[in-house]
């Protein structure tokens, strides 16, 4: 890892203000050394600003300004990633993560002057000293707070073409400090939360980095690190942890499409890093992983997404309880078997998995005969005929559309007033995407200049783990504090915008 000494840059103020994100903004509230200087009585509560995010280590000193230090001090540090984090009580705590996933930490120090480092890794923009027990006795101040900020990039991307629109460089700027800030020892998911290694998660941020900081050595210590800790049946788990030793979160439901996405990750790998070697070395497990989609294919050729009398598989899609996921698990299958087909040719293995493209013709003959309707040209899922955004897209990424029927079912959804939205940036990826692969360019540059630029006219210096225009305060853990407001899958308009220059560069 890279390691940055950072400094706060000025203290703040957080005002309440309805059009404000979450209802809160910050500002200026002069010098650090306003706050050094003075008493922390006086001062309890003060907000200091780092200027930008950061993930690491916190380190600072207490010392005494008057008297003789008679008693234990007790202070309270709040780190948030944005300024509503740091103004709405955590308890009575409603969320249903682990409430010690906010950043708040208590340190009592028994004697004065005490220079001290917050055992647990942080990250945060703003953090809020509250002094919760001092004697009358004595006066004391606080006299330095750093960051030792770590990353595990360590080049300069190349700059965009000049031509770049003001906001679509903006925009790729936050997403670089987004994949940047979850760039440690392994892709993180959230540099706060979950802070661990998700297959969907490292699939978008490689994709990133492959167009950006380039560091494939990164991809590749992912790729075998979730190959390493594959179970005993030979399925991936959906998300692993590198410490105390490396291990998965055992007992965890089997999400099923991230098993699949891995396979769409290392074949991106290979086409990125040219690493031979390592695609090789795990061909056998992407091989593995192309099992089980048959396991629930119906004798209709779609994908068994409610499988009652089978063990409980995740099917994520997106954070939307309300989406149907039959369709858009129907597109994933279908894209990962055609990657994972692409893989094979590239490595000559296609021979190992020979039943590869007569399943593709089976599901994508089933979805065109059963989910797409001629009528209004939009793709159906379930037995509600539900109209969704995800629908349309995993049916369009998986080719199951046509050029010509995915425009025309990416146009009509954008015009059906109750089709399911999505609920987070991880699938509007998937949306952008198949706005690009049937050719709607201008649309794609539209969409994502819109929803990403929504998130920074809000004040965002990184992009969220959830982010819906319409509501500020969602949550997929009941509790809108403890959602990652810097989130891995988020950053992906890097990827777009440099991977498709002649869209988002001119
Ligand atoms: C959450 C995280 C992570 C995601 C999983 C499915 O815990 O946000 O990014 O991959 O859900």
């Not at 004697?135 to 006299?143: I, Q, V």
């Not at 392994?186 to 661990?196: A, F, L, N, Q």
């Not at 070697?277 to 209709?300: I, S």
Request: glycine share 6%; with cysteine.
């Amino acid at each position: 890892l890279v390691e940055t000494l950072k400094h706060p840059l000025k203290l703040v103020r957080l005002v309440a203000d309805s059009a404000a994100f979450q209802g809160w903004k910050t500002v200026d509230a002069g010098p650090v050394d306003s706050l050094y200087q003075a008493s922390l009585k006086t001062k309890t509560g003060t907000v200091l600003d780092f200027g930008e995010h950061m993930t690491g280590y916190v380190t600072f000193t207490m010392k005494a300004l008057r008297g003789t230090p008679d008693a234990p001090v007790r202070v309270k540090f709040t780190f948030g990633e944005v300024p509503a984090e740091l103004a709405t009580p955590f308890d009575p705590y409603t969320g249903d993560l682990s409430r010690a996933w906010l950043q708040d930490e208590v340190v009592t120090l028994t004697e004065l002057p005490a220079t001290l480092t917050i055992p647990r890794r942080l990250s945060f923009r703003y953090v809020k000293v509250d002094l919760l027990g001092a004697s009358a006795f004595f006066d004391l101040h606080l006299t330095d707070i750093s960051c030792r900020a770590t990353t595990s990039v360590r080049t300069i991307p190349q700059p965009l073409a000049a031509t770049t629109p003001p906001m679509l460089a903006k925009i790729d700027q936050i997403g670089l400090t987004t994949l940047k800030e979850c760039m440690q020892t392994v892709y993180e998911d959230g540099p706060k939360r979950d802070r661990r290694l998700w297959i969907g998660d490292l699939y978008l941020e490689s994709l990133a980095n492959a167009v950006s900081y380039k560091n494939h050595d990164l991809t590749k210590r992912c790729l075998y690190l979730l190959a390493g800790l594959t179970g005993d049946d030979g399925y991936l788990n959906s998300n692993v942890f590198e410490t105390p030793e490396p291990h998965p979160q055992r007992g965890a439901p089997f999400l099923f499409e991230y098993s699949l996405l891995y396979n769409v990750a290392l074949k991106e790998y290979l086409v990125a890093s040219g690493d031979r070697e390592t695609a090789l070395a795990l061909w056998p497990l992407a091989k593995k992983q192309m099992e089980n989609p048959v396991k629930r294919l119906l004798p209709n050729g779609l994908f068994d997404n409610v499988a009652k009398d089978k063990p409980y598989w995740w099917l994520f899609v997106d954070w939307k309880p309300e989406l149907d996921r039959q369709a858009s698990m129907q597109g994933i299958i279908i894209f990962s078997m055609q990657q994972t087909y692409d893989l094979a040719k590239l490595l000559g293995k296609e021979n190992e998995v020979a039943q590869l493209p007569g399943l593709i013709k089976t599901m994508t003959d089933a979805a065109r005969k059963q989910l797409l309707n001629p009528q209004t040209s939009l793709f159906m899922s379930g037995p509600s005929h539900q109209i969704s955004y995800a629908s349309q897209a995993w049916m369009v990424l998986s080719g199951v559309a046509t050029r010509a029927e995915g425009q025309r079912a990416l146009k009509a959804v954008a015009s059906t007033k109750d089709a399911v939205r999505p609920g987070a940036p991880y699938l509007y990826h998937y949306y952008i995407e198949a706005l690009l692969y049937c050719g709607l360019q201008q649309e794609a540059k539209e969409a994502l200049t819109t929803y990403w630029s929504g998130m920074i006219a809000k004040g965002a210096d990184t992009f969220w783990e959830v982010y819906d225009p319409t509501n500020d305060r969602l949550s997929p853990y009941k509790f809108f504090p403890v959602n990652s407001y810097c989130h891995a899958w988020s950053c992906t308009p890097v990827y777009f915008i440099r991977k498709y220059p002649d869209v988002f560069q001119r």
